[in-house]
Structure formats: structure tokens, C-alpha cells
């Protein structure tokens, strides 16, 4: 394996996490944890043994895993160049914290654009809060904070974090991997995030699928329960629209994350993460037309 074991701080008060760190008493780590999966297929050099096994284990019956996750880094830096360089959003708030994995954190791209940006990292597992409070640094322009609160709640996530963004102006809300909440907790937090934002934010999502992969991805979610005990939510592409339902959706739609604006250079193939951007809050539209709008042609 690459990796060594590392041991994690125990955490100061008990949360509910979506991505259990499985920490004994001690605050040793003994089941995989899921964030480290996403590290490792990206090719972080820390994930713990359990962690790289399962992941070795998982990409034996997805073998585009690995892929998947470099897919992911990619969509990342083009969604924040949209945010915040084209739309012009100064400030991002993350649900959902990777472990650091320079120069592809999400604070490093913003102020890389824009150094006086503001970040707020939101996350309810203390394994991935330490890691980001003792690698993640923002430019002294800017902010760069991370909250340990529950995921479930976005009334208090949005109190707190409004404490670290500007009152009033817009924030682009990026909600990472969807597939972590099931679908009452999905849509709460999206409709409790959408409206509580300020007029002209977004919300960029992600969300794992089973339309290109059937098998393989159904699997990987079954591995996934079994050595983590988190369920993973697939959901398909009219599931993603109704979530999204009555926000706007941004060209191209709800699509593979790779599909998703790739640079001109770029010649992708569809994946099994997929995403979606959309302008919150937005003028409502009935039902099928949203679907319509959302749904866009897949090209393998």
C-alpha cells in the first residue's frame, strides 16, 4: 500500500457525520473513511490502509474510479472559474470538506482568481476539519474559515457562516457529493440554502449515477455500506431536476461533471459523478419545464 496509518484527534463533541470517520475512544481510525476514498483515487498520499484497500477493492469493479475522481478535481477548478470568474461571486460556501489535495482546493482556486475571495468550509466530520484547519491557508486579502457543524440543518450552517461572508452580497454554494444525503435531508438542505442566500448566488452540485456505469457504480455503493456503513443515494437525472426544481439550471444542464463546460482542448467521456449549477433565488417554472430544461443529451 502507499499510505501509512494515520491516527486521528478524537472529536470534542459527538456529531452525526454523513461520512463516518469510524474513530474508536482513542481517536484511532478503524473503518475506511469515506473522504479519503476520493483523496486516494485523486491521488493523495495519506489515506489510511483500510481506506486504500477498500478503494483498491472498489476500483476492481469500477476501474474508471480513479478517472472519476480526477474528473471531479477538473469540474472543481472550471466551476470556480465560473463562479468567480465570470459571474463574479467573492465568496464560496463548501457542504461538504475534501482533504487537502494543493493546488486543487477550492480556496486556493478562488483566490487564485480573485485574492480578496471569502471561503467558508462546512463539514460535520472531525477527521476532515482538522485536516483542513492545519493544511488549508487563505491569502491575506481574503478568508478562509471551516466550520464543524451538522450537514442536515441549514438554518444554523447559514447563521454561522454568516458570521465569516458578507452580509447581503451573493455566494456561490457548492454542495459536494449529493449521494451523502438522502432525499428529505437533500431537499431540505437545498431549499433551506437556496432560500436563505442572498439575491444573485448559485448552487453547484454534485451527485454520483448510475447511468453510465449501472453495475459497477450500484456496487461500488454496496462496498461503500458495507465497510463505512453510509449509504450512498443514487439518483437519476429527473431525481436531480425535481431537487433543483423551481432554480434555474445553467447551461448545459444536469450532466456528467466532465461534461459540464470542458475547455475547448478537451475531448471527455461521460463519468459517473454528474453535476448541475443553478441561480438561486430564481423566477419559478412549472414543473415539466424544468425537467426539459435540466435534461440534456448524453454523449459516451
Known sequence: MRSKHPTAPPPATALPSHRAAGLRKDGAIQIPHLPQLWHYWAGGKDAMLATAALAEQITKQLPTADTMARQRLAWHQRLVQFLVGEVGLGQLLVIGTDLPLHPHDLHSLAQGIVPEARIVYCDDDALVISHARAHFRGTLEGACHHLRMPLTDPGPLLTEAARILEPGRPVGIIVNNLELWDDQEAQRLLRGLT???????????????????????????????????????????????TLLHPLPVVDPGIVPCSLWRPDPWEDPVAGDLWAAVARCPGRPAPADDCLRSAVRPLRR
Not at 203 to 215: C, M, R, S
Request: proline share 9%; hydrophobic share 45%.
Open 195 to 241: 432560500a436563505g442566500a442572498p439575491a444573485g448566488s448559485y448552487v453547484a452540485i454534485t451527485q454520483l449515477n448510475d447511468l453510465v456505469h449501472p453495475k459497477p457504480v450500484r456496487r461500488m455503493a454496496q462496498l461503500v455500506a458495507q465497510h463505512t456503513h453510509t449509504a450512498l443515494t443514487l439518483r437519476t437525472v429527473p431525481q436531480l431536476a
